[in-house]
């Protein structure tokens, strides 16, 4: 980690030939009193996103913020992630997807700020806008004040709790613990985080987060079996987690993982549990518990 450099900036993009100029763009307008570096990694995009940030960093006046690397091949978008991490050297990490951006320039200034001056807090985020296909914008949460965020609530949500856009945290965590085999980054942050300290929710709207075809998780809905497996990968994900977590956060994480059972049961039935049981993708005792739950309930 590099003393002098405060907030490494996330940057991992796939694809986003039309949206990745912005992204770059709103960071680089960022307006701070301290330094920050733009790590852009490019998961071998097939479109000409390579050819549009080669062309911006050519021109734009702050690209020598930006350390821009290409894979040679597709490697996926959780070890794309993990390599960027591993290249982030600030005393903080900020996230933005090559999809998304930011639109207060002192979006960092006020989140640092804030860390800065509260060290009991791991990580902080704002509210956001959410612009879909038909380019309608939606709030990404209805809460009208500034507040702290209770573990119960990170675990439960996941990574759903926060748009990726709008996270800064505290360089703190190993990536090489990351587990490969999920699909959501954002979820294996806030499950690494909750357990080193507070969060806290700024009301403010500081990005704006885009719902499209080509994203990662908008294209979910799509196809029933892609869903599946992105639930399955969630009770994975909170399996490990709870194995590890301090014994109080435990009973939220067993509660998390009979909310994804139930996202299962919701769209293909309880026999369609036993099956993946059966089959040893689902633990038995969370099956067990599941029922027990339904039954007690």
Partial sequence: ??????????????????FITQAII?????????????????????????EVINSL???????????????????????????ALKKCNGKYIALCDGDDYWIDPLKLQKQVNF?????????????????????????????????????????????GIFPTAALVYRNVLNSDSFLLNTKSGDSILAFSLVGLGQFYFFKEFMCVYRKHDEGVYTSLSFYPEKRLEDIISNIYLLSNFRKTSKI???????????????????????????????????QIKD????LLFKIIK
């Fill in 248 to 282: 109080k956060l435990r009973k939220y994480y067993n509660k998390a993982i009979r909310k994804q059972l139930q996202r299962i049961s919701n769209s293909f039935g309880l026999r369609f549990i036993l099956s993946l049981t059966l089959r040893n993708e689902i």
């Fill in 26 to 50: 709103s960071v680089l307008e960022q307006e701070c009193d301290f330094e920050i570096e733009l790590i852009l990694m490019d998961d071998y995009s097939t479109d000409s996103t390579s």
């Fill in 287 to 290: 099956c067990f518990y599941y």
């Fill in 57 to 83: 960093l050519e021109n734009h006046p702050k690209s020598s913020r930006v350390k821009y690397i290409r894979h040679e091949k597709n490697i996926g978008v959780i070890p794309n992630f993990i390599q």
């Fill in 115 to 159: 860390l800065n001056s509260n060290n009991n807090y791991i990580a902080c985020f704002h509210n956001a806008k959410i612009i879909n296909q038909k380019k309608e914008e939606i709030n990404y949460h209805e809460w009208s004040s500034n507040k702290d965020i209770n573990h119960e609530d990170i675990i439960m949500n996941g990574g």
């Fill in 1 to 18: 980690m590099k003393q002098d450099l405060t907030v490494s900036v996330c940057m991992i993009t796939y694809n986003h030939e039309k």
